[in-house]
């Protein structure tokens, strides 16, 4: 499998990485995001310890993370739902 030799920049610091082509765009978004929310909380809380930002940026994605879980279980158990009753009816059907 191909990699490709990256550096992705996150504050301060660059970062060397090797990645898939085709995960190429979607890690430097990645790192793009990543830097936006340092520059919004450096900005909005006066900030410059890199440390400080950093885990706040990382604590902000972690509760993304678990509302998107949630949500995401939540649509599962709907379609779940859905599909046991398109199921009887169907069963009654024939």
Do not use: W
């Not at 410059?48 to 649509?75: G, H, I, R, Y």
């Amino acid at each position: 499998m191909e990699t490709l030799a990256i550096r992705v920049k996150i504050g301060d610091r660059e970062y060397p990485m090797r990645v898939k082509p085709e995960d190429e765009a979607k890690i430097r978004h990645a790192g793009k995001l990543i830097n936006e929310k340092l520059r919004k909380y450096k900005a909005e809380f006066g900030l410059d310890d890199s440390m400080d930002l950093l885990a706040m940026v990382a604590f902000d994605c972690m509760v993304e993370s678990l509302e998107t879980n949630e949500v995401n279980a939540e649509d599962s158990e709907h379609i779940q739902r859905s599909l046991t009753h398109i199921s009887a009816l169907l069963s009654k059907a024939v």
